[in-house]
């Protein structure tokens, strides 16, 4: 059956796979370097909140082989449509850390130019960046680009209802969109099993005539690849792809989060073992393509990095909180007027 996914996740990194090829060494080297970058950004960025120089970071720290794998399996000329979880994403696609921490540190804007990177602001109503990926997509079709959409996605948005009507629209257009579900076990406590009782993620593009796979999300090399072929599929006109990465959220669902109650720690060290780092790593070193100098070349790098981050983010911004008010509406309402009266006459008290 061409649209049913594998009967199991597919992996490349310790085993050959009939249908997937395991991607050329210099583009593991490239996702290995964006992964400890990413993990390192990552833990930065949780530091931070507790500086209290972020409001809030909702971790990704486990899943860094899907988010790299999101980011480099997409062109500069396609559009990227993220959650809060996928800030590494969007760091190895390039954007400005800071810019990508902008709104994670209360600013009323997403941090970065949105048409110039091709990435929409970081979706936190779940699932309705699944619906604006389908739009953009559909449009760029009709325009006759060949523009592909990657939207991003956990298990718990496939239980909303914009995330069906997504891919019912998509599917019918055939619009160009790769819905990337990160399968990280959780919708902030709630289990995957409370959710759902499909065999797979994957399965619920079959309904809708939605060509579906599953991958271990821990392996980045068959992260990459599978990605690599659903991106292809609809850029080559054949409609939308779904893909479910099989992966675990190491850390709480956000820093405000407490996972010790809802989760028992030997699942965390069961994940733990399966580090998609780690893996990478190993792989790479028994291949001869990275020895303990580069992985210290590396480590350095990434240091480099989390410390530019950390400089840059102990400047105060200077910020206007009329602002929040100014970009609402071209007329403002009542309500809005009364509201910024009584900011005004806080701030005088100050
Ligand atoms: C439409 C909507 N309903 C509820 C919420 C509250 N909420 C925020 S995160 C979350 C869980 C999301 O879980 P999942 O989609 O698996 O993504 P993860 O955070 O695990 O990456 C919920 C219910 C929301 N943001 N948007």
């Known amino acids: 059956m061409e649209w049913l996914p594998s009967s199991s ?79 590494v994403s969007l760091v190895t696609r390039g954007i400005d850390p800071v810019e990508v921490l902008t709104l994670l540190r209360g600013d009323w804007h997403c941090g970065y130019d949105v048409p110039a990177t091709r990435t929409a602001p970081q979706c936190t109503p779940l699932a309705t960046q699944t619906l604006h990926a389908v ?103 054949n409609g939308p792809f779904l893909v479910e990465a099989h992966t675990y959220r190491m850390e709480p669902h956000t820093n405000a989060d407490d996972a010790a109650r809802y989760r028992p720690p030997e699942e965390v060290e069961h994940w733990q073992q399966r580090d998609p780092i780690g893996r990478l790593e190993r792989h790479l070193r028994a291949d001869g393509h990275l020895d303990d100098l580069g992985a210290q070349r590396i480590a350095a790098e990434a240091e480099e990095f989390a410390v530019a981050v950390r400089t840059r983010m102990q400047a105060e911004p200077t910020v206007d909180p009329e602002d929040l008010f100014r970009h609402v509406y071209a007329e403002p309402t009542p309500q809005l007027t009364e509201q910024l009266a009584q900011l005004r006459s806080e701030q005088e008290a100050l």
């Open 135 to 237: 739009g953009l997509a559909h449009g760029e079709a009709r325009k006759g680009n060949t523009t592909v959409a990657m939207a991003l996605l956990g298990d718990g948005a496939t239980s909303e209802g914009d995330f069906h009507e997504a891919l019912n629209f998509a599917a019918v257009f055939r619009a160009p969109v790769v819905f990337f579900v990160q399968n990280n076990g959780y919708a902030i406590s709630v289990p995957l099993a409370k959710q759902s009782v499909a065999p797979s993620l994957a399965h619920k593009g079959i309904g809708y005539g939605v060509r579906s796979e599953q991958v271990d999300g821990n392996d980045a090399a068959a992260v990459l690849s599978v990605l690599d072929s659903a991106v292809a599929h609809a850029r080559a006109g």
């Open 9 to 87: 996740p597919v992996r490349l990194l310790e085993q050959p796979d009939p249908n997937y090829r395991l991607p050329a060494p210099e583009r593991l080297l490239a996702a290995y370097r964006a992964m400890v970058i990413g993990r390192r950004f990552d833990a930065q960025a949780t530091t931070l909140t507790k500086q209290g120089r972020l409001a809030v970071y909702p971790s990704s720290r486990g899943q860094e082989a899907c988010q790299v794998g999101a980011a480099l399996s997409i062109g500069a000329e396609d559009w990227l449509f993220p959650t809060y979880r996928d800030s």
